[in-house]
């Protein structure tokens, strides 16, 4: 791979070995993340059987690890050895990579703004799908798990985690209409009555 290497003046040493320095820990961390997500895979058996990651009922966590680390592994790579060796395509890969990452999250954070009922929506739907999947797959159960310890004690902190159907229901009010105001489930009927 023979790209076209730099021709003006010298780029500073500290700069460059900076660079170089921060592209092999974010390359590295990018191999533990692909070996993580493969390591999973292996003791559940996925890798045995590849047609079973097709069979998941809910959201596997190991694909999260999959995705992110081989983002980061080529990532961390172009950014190391185009830093190394002064490789202006390797540089500009990795730069514009890093622009249109930058850009997707700038874009999914004003589309979440924008479209924030209908995440919510999803995000409900989401979560009861895995809710459904809980004995299926031992790591979405450790994650719903995780989940529930951690949210009650950032509760507890006073943290602010109260849905709106929750600041809209008053303190005194009987057990099932606070369960038929809950997200999702006929709160336009009730708040018409």
């Given at each position: 791979?023979?790209g076209?290497?730099y021709?003006?003046?010298e ?5 460059k ?5 921060f ?6 961390l990018?191999i533990?993340?692909l070996?993580i ?5 292996n003791?559940?058996g996925?890798l045995?059987?590849?047609s079973?990651?097709t069979d ?15 983002v980061m592994f080529i990532l ?6 185009g830093?190394?060796?002064e490789?202006t395509f390797l ?5 514009v ?9 700038l ?7 924008v479209?924030?009922d ?12 895995n809710?459904r999947?809980y004995?299926?797959d031992?790591d979405l159960?450790?994650l719903?798990?995780?989940?529930q ?18 600041r809209?229901?008053?303190?005194k ?5 606070s369960?038929?105001?809950m997200?999702?489930?006929n709160?336009?009927?009730i708040?018409r009555?």
């Open positions: 791979m023979s076209k290497h021709k003006g003046p780029v500073s040493c500290c700069i070995y900076f660079i170089f320095g592209n092999v820990i974010f390359w590295f990018g533990a993340f070996g997500g493969l390591w999973a895979w003791e559940k996925v045995s059987n590849i079973s990651i998941l009922g809910g959201f596997d966590p190991v694909w999260l690890f999959l995705v992110v680390g081989g961390g790579f172009a950014g190391c050895i830093a190394l060796r490789n540089l500009k890969f990795f730069s990579f890093l622009g249109i990452i930058f850009f997707l999250e874009t999914a954070g004003v589309l979440a703004f479209f924030k209908w995440i919510k929506d999803q995000l409900y739907f989401f979560i009861n799908n809710i999947a004995r299926d031992i159960q450790n719903i798990d995780f989940t310890e951690y949210i009650p004690t950032q509760v507890g902190r006073g943290a602010a985690c109260r849905s709106p159907a929750a809209k229901t008053p303190r009010m009987s057990s099932t209409l369960v038929a105001m997200p999702g489930r709160q336009k009927s708040s009555s």
